[in-house]
């Protein structure tokens, strides 16, 4: 899921982007480099510092900023300072590894509205829950807009919880 343009708080304190994972195996997203550039670059990047596990078949909810200025919405990894904007009408996010200065990309979703992906102020963009592959999140008919309340405010998502509109 991925709030890119909130509306009922500014871009720079209220997106926020979840992580899901499909495994049977708790992860540890500590060492993760976050992107919205495919080359990583360095105004574009932050690095998870601290511990942050994420259980099977469960979210992890990244935000811009924490509940007390974002609208309400509960983060799991406040990411204030890191460098990563997501643009209102197209973007993409990038997860890798980095290894001796390279990166290696673990999965990415590139959301574009002249593609045909759901985009609307104030809503996040949600992955249908019975697509949570990697290729599966690729695909513009695999999202749609929420529906839920989230946080305090009147923008719609469910970070952190099963998608509220597909």
Not at 18 to 38: F, P, R
Not at 71 to 81: F, L
Not at 105 to 111: A, H, M
Not at 119 to 146: M, P, R
Request: hydrophobic residues 30%; aromatic residues 10%.
């Amino acid at each position: 899921e991925i709030m890119y343009d909130p509306d009922a708080v500014s871009d720079s304190d209220g997106e926020w982007f979840e992580v899901y994972n499909n495994t049977a195996y708790t992860i540890n997203l500590k060492g993760l480099t976050v992107s919205d550039d495919s080359l990583y670059g360095a105004a574009d990047i932050f690095v998870v510092s601290t511990d942050t596990l994420v259980t099977t078949h469960d979210r992890v909810v990244f935000g811009a900023k924490d509940s007390s200025v974002n609208g309400g919405v509960t983060v799991d990894y406040n990411y204030a300072g890191g460098g990563v904007s997501l643009n209102n009408s197209g973007d993409d996010v990038y997860l890798g590894i980095s290894s001796g200065g390279r990166y290696t990309t673990i999965d990415s979703v590139s959301y574009n509205e002249l593609s045909g992906w759901p985009i609307a102020k104030g809503f996040s963009i949600e992955l249908n829950d019975s697509h949570v592959t990697s290729t599966e999140n690729d695909q513009a008919s695999n999202w749609c807009l929420a529906t839920s309340i989230a946080g305090n405010t009147t923008d719609k998502g469910s970070p952190g919880a099963v998608s509220s509109g597909c």
